[in-house]
């Protein structure tokens, strides 16, 4: 009933820019806080950004804070996800996911916190 479809993914050279987005069906999409996570070859899923039900609110890990910038359209029933100053060590599968419901006072950034996930899309840097 609810599907979450991740697509921008591509080979970009390091220094390049890429632009993610997320198109999310079967939910009320302004009510949900949406996530960015991504996992590379032989690690764990990792937090990347999120942004509120509403888009007024955003967090995002201390590895990206100053390059990535997530934003949303509810209108469009869309998250983006901008990565600018790409860097070998960004290479990784990303995946988009949604809350159940939104929260009130805190972006989640717990994995744990979100129902819906994407098939992800495969970002690769290349020096």
């Known amino acids: 009933q609810v599907e979450v479809v991740e697509s921008g993914g591509g080979l970009v050279q390091a220094g390049g820019s890429l632009r993610l987005s997320c198109a999310a069906s079967?939910?009320?999409?302004?009510?949900?806080?949406m996530g960015w996570f991504r996992q590379a070859p032989g690690k764990e899923r990792e937090f990347v950004a999120a942004i509120n039900w509403s888009g007024a609110s955003t967090s995002y890990a201390d590895s990206v804070k100053g390059r990535f910038t997530v934003s949303r359209d509810n209108a469009k029933n869309t998250v983006y996800l901008q990565i600018n100053s790409l860097k070998p060590e960004d290479t990784a599968v990303y995946y988009c996911a949604a809350t159940r419901w939104g929260r009130r006072g805190r972006v989640p950034e717990s994995e744990g916190e979100y129902t819906y996930w994407g098939q992800g899309t495969q970002v690769t840097v290349s020096s």
């Open positions: 079967g939910l009320t999409f302004s009510m949900v806080d």
